[in-house]
């Protein structure tokens, strides 16, 4: 109950017993005056992404700087990855003054090597033609698996090769099978 919804002899005694108290309690009418009240920013949609774990990397990315930013779309596309492309992709919203820093975050380069705990460096697979680190190895054959599911039995076939983002080129390595325990580049 708020001190507003009060008769006038409660609100007397509930006045009283603060001041004996001493206490600092604001009224709803000082409350009102008060200029401390949120403001509410307004949000603006940094990237879209069409699958979600490439937008969760970029949400967990943007918080460990401690910037505070939002999934748009996500619980839909979670539902039915198929949703993806009509939604228009799931949207990360940052807030307008975080723009710029979070643009210089979600550009910076992947590393060529980095510090693996327990194993120690690991040298990052690059594309022979453009040499490239944006590479990954058995992707999804995206024909197959959008013709089989717009006839309603999705197959998952994969790419038994590795394959550039940047200049689409696909190779085969003979050094790497999918027993080794690591899979670089697996989106």
């Known amino acids: 109950m708020a001190a507003g919804e009060l008769t006038g002899t409660a609100r007397e005694l509930l006045q009283a017993e603060i001041k004996r108290r001493g206490l600092a309690i604001q009224s709803n009418s000082e409350l009102a005056n008060d200029e401390s009240q949120p403001e509410f920013q307004e949000l ?3 990237r879209q992404f069409r699958d979600l774990p490439e937008a969760l990397l970029a949400k967990g990315s ?16 979670r539902l039915d990855w198929f949703w993806s492309n009509l939604v228009g992709g799931i949207r990360l919203k940052v807030q307008s003054a975080d723009v710029d820093i979070s643009n ?6 992947i590393p060529a090597d980095f510090e693996v705990p327990g194993i120690g460096d690991y040298q990052q697979p690059n594309c022979p033609k453009c040499q490239s680190l944006d590479v990954a190895y ?15 039995v999705p197959i998952p ?7 550039c983002h940047a200049c689409r080129a696909e190779w085969e390595d003979e050094g790497m099978t999918s027993e080794s325990g690591l899979n670089p580049g697996r989106e």
């Open 138 to 152: 058995r992707e999804l054959y995206a024909p197959v698996a959008y013709i089989s599911a717009y006839i309603g």
């Open 62 to 77: 943007l918080e460990s700087a401690g910037i505070h930013c939002g999934l748009w779309d996500d619980n839909l596309v």
């Open 44 to 46: 603006v949609t940094l």
């Open 157 to 163: 076939m994969e790419r038994h090769a590795w394959r």
């Open 104 to 109: 210089a975050i979600l550009d910076q380069p």
